[in-house]
């Protein structure tokens, strides 16, 4: 029997709450106080005054354009969000009375925040005229991967959910002479072992091609076994079908892929050519012995509303392996 470890990424999915969004990066605000915690003029037109403090219509500005709210919303959100700037500078003005702003970690926090803005805007500015993918590159790149498009898989699996810690050689056993699932169901009820049933469908452009070589290798039935932390998944392989995706559906999602990494091989590039022009000297040794590419790389982010496509692979190769696999989660 095949015992496959194996841990998803889950993205959590954030409501929109911007008083709370506001109050707990107010820290932030810190980056335009002088170090002995002076007063400075604001830019732009008061919205309104805490103890004398401005909040201004530029402020406003930018979080409307951070919080990316659609037009129809945007009178009823800027009511939000000014409340959210005021509860903001309100606990500004109270660190700043308690000296927060010279506690050696805050000011270590707001020094890296700003020297990663700043970094990510030089980024930006270098990657900001990067040309969109061609269609030719779009259907090239759909060509050269048809496990992921015109060969897709799709994988229809139900499951048992347990505790890990209800994993036992007893258990393993169990499911080593069980038929089907329901015969694994039956042991956990009869051992009074808690479960969850659930089916799920994924396609081997959702997975990493290690788990989809192993998937299309297995017969149907097949029982195996995934460790997700606390919990334990007992699944078997109902079913293997043929999902293709055409060319119009996966253009969209193969352009911003392209594109993306267009722009992180340009990052690349600039951090590359940055590097072989600076004497970098490293006064630790143990520092010197590790590789130039293990050092921190600051690049643009992709679009919040397109992410790139992740693979449901190890943390330590995710990045890797979504840059390697493509276009991922076409339906």
């Not at 015992?3 to 999915?13: N, Q, S």
């Not at 954030?14 to 007063?39: H, I, W």
């Not at 991967?145 to 229809?156: G, I, L, W, Y």
């Amino acid at each position: 029997m095949n015992h496959t470890h194996h841990t998803r990424l889950i993205t959590p999915i954030s409501t929109f709450s911007p008083r709370l969004l506001c109050a707990g990066l107010f820290l932030l605000t810190a980056v335009s106080l002088s170090a002995c915690g002076g007063k400075e003029k604001k830019p732009g037109q008061a919205l309104a005054s805490v103890n004398g403090e401005e909040v201004t219509v530029l402020q406003l500005n930018e979080e409307l354009q951070r919080a990316n709210i659609q037009a129809a919303q945007q009178e009823v959100a800027s009511k939000q969000l000014l409340e959210s700037l005021i509860d903001r500078q309100l606990l500004l003005n109270e660190a700043v009375k308690e000296k927060l702003d010279r506690d050696p970690k805050v000011v270590q926090a707001v020094e890296r925040a700003k020297a990663l803005i700043i970094a990510q805007a030089y980024m930006q500015k270098r990657i900001g005229t990067i040309a969109r993918p061609t269609k030719e590159e779009v259907e090239d790149y759909f060509n050269k991967n048809p496990q992921f498009f015109s060969q897709r898989k799709q994988f229809d699996m139900r499951e048992l959910v347990i505790a890990s810690a209800d994993m036992n050689d007893q258990l393993k056993a169990a499911m080593d002479a069980a038929k089907s699932l329901d015969d694994v169901a039956a042991w956990l009820e009869s051992n009074k072992v808690k479960y969850a049933r659930t089916q799920l469908s994924r396609t081997s452009a959702d997975l990493a091609p290690e788990l989809t070589a192993k998937l299309l290798a297995m017969p149907k039935g097949q029982l195996f076994i995934i460790r997700e932390g606390d919990r334990t998944l007992l699944i078997s392989l109902a079913d293997i079908r043929d999902n293709p995706a055409t060319l119009a559906q996966a253009a969209p999602q193969i352009e911003q892929f392209l594109f993306n990494k267009k722009n992180k091989d340009t990052a690349d590039a600039e951090l590359k050519r940055l590097r072989a022009a600076a004497k970098v000297e490293y006064l630790n040794k143990d520092a010197d012995s590790k590789p130039a590419a293990s050092a921190p790389v600051v690049a643009a982010p992709a679009p919040a509303s397109v992410p790139l496509p992740v693979a449901p692979v190890p943390a330590a190769s995710a990045s890797t392996e979504a840059n390697e696999r493509g276009v991922a989660g076409l339906k």
